[in-house]
């Protein structure tokens, strides 16, 4: 049974290992409904395996990662996706020859409801591109048409679209790994916006980046990483870039970071 009041996700021990690599150890927080939480850590802290290990994609060692306060079964994109989990990963997951709102409905499509023409997988297009329109209208994506193909946009714009599925299905919880690295400033700020927007809904996010200044203006907190470690999890307010990177890079002690 889900807990009363139970934070939208949360992890309890998660640890991962490859040989004698240990790529998380005992990772543990909660995240609430609404915020945004920033994930960094140098390479190599284990930021894309906890992503990967909440999302269901890889199956942890030990620990648990609860939705609503339910615990979810390790290994199991599809029970995650079910419970309102979505992820955005770097390579974007689009089909670029497919229009936008092909893209939204990716893996997701909406079949005739005429017996014969479902038979033949025929989808029944004009509810799906309805919805789309509806999603980037409610999201302020600037795209001209959701009959626009992926590959006729910009990087941005393919950036919008790949985070609108992930609004669009991720009715509790929104992962992204490096949404902005490729692209330029203003385009790094619609998506930064999308963000805020999600959470202003009561999403809650995870973002990992590498950019100290975008994770202090987006992020209601920060969770550090590492060596597979969490050294701590701070609320932005409480914090600067100095402090971050000094926790990153070992200059301020795991156990120093623990005790403030």
Known sequence: ??????????????SKSYGAVDAL?????????????GLIGDNGAGKS???????????????EVLIDGREMPHGDPEATRTAGVETVYQDLMLVPPLDVAKNLFLGRELVSQNPLLRRLGW???????????????????NISSVK?????????????????????????????????????VTQSAVVLELVRTLASEGVAV???????????????????MRHG????????????????????????????AKSE
């Open 1 to 14: 049974m889900p807990e009363m009041d139970a934070p939208a996700l949360r992890v309890r021990g998660l």
């Open 206 to 224: 995870i973002i990992i980046s590498h950019n100290m200044q975008q994770v202090l203006d987006v992020c209601d907190e920060v969770l550090v």
């Open 123 to 141: 989808l029944d297009k004009r509810p799906m591109y309805k919805e789309a329109a509806s999603v980037l209208e409610r999201l302020k994506i």
């Open 148 to 184: 626009e193909s992926v590959e006729n946009l910009s990087g941005g714009q393919r950036q919008s679209v790949a985070v609108g599925r992930a609004a669009a299905w991720g009715r509790h919880i929104v992962l992204m790994d490096e949404p902005v690295a490729a692209l330029g």
């Open 25 to 37: 150890r005992e990772v543990t927080f909660d995240l609430h409904a609404g915020s945004v939480l």
């Open 229 to 256: 470690e969490n050294v701590g999890k701070f609320s932005i307010d409480g914090v600067d870039a100095g402090y971050l990177v000094s926790l990153m890079t070992a200059a301020t002690s795991y156990h120093e």
């Open 49 to 63: 395996t906890l992503v990967k290990c909440i999302s269901g994609l890889l199956v942890p060692d030990r620990g």
